[in-house]
């Protein structure tokens, strides 16, 4: 299984973007997903995830702004980021969860799965 994040690039203060996580490969059931993000010099820090059952786990940092959410006919999770700030330019990541497991977890190493990561940067 092998996951592609896309959707990031420039934006500015108080804008939005959508970032995709496409997975691709055998078939996939790994349905608990999460969004992770690092900035240059910091951790990689939760985002938000979502359960098999599709309920929501949000930082404290993004409430309110952004959303998860996944089309299973297409295998894709969406992370919509809106009222952004210079604070969240970072890499982000998706990740998915082993199979079989149905809750999300806010560590990284409880993630098994990982895209290449994509680019946000938000512009003063």
């Known amino acids: 299984v092998q996951l592609q994040a896309s959707g990031g690039g420039l934006v500015q203060a108080g804008g939005s973007l959508r970032l995709s996580c496409a997975a691709s490969g055998r078939a996939f059931s790994n349905c608990v997903m999460g969004w992770f993000r690092q900035a240059p010099g910091k951790e990689r820090e939760f985002v938000v995830g979502i359960s098999c059952s599709g309920g929501n786990t949000t930082a404290d940092s993004v409430k309110g702004r952004f959303t998860i959410s996944r089309d299973n006919t297409k295998n894709t999770v969406y992370l919509q980021m809106n009222s952004l700030k210079p604070e969240d330019t970072a890499v982000y990541y998706c990740?998915?969860?082993?199979?079989?497991?149905?809750?999300?977890?806010?560590?990284?190493?409880?993630?098994?799965?990982w895209g290449q990561g994509t680019l946000v940067t938000v512009s003063s």
């Open positions: 990740a998915a969860r082993g199979s079989g497991i149905t809750v999300v977890h806010t560590t990284p190493r409880a993630y098994i799965v």
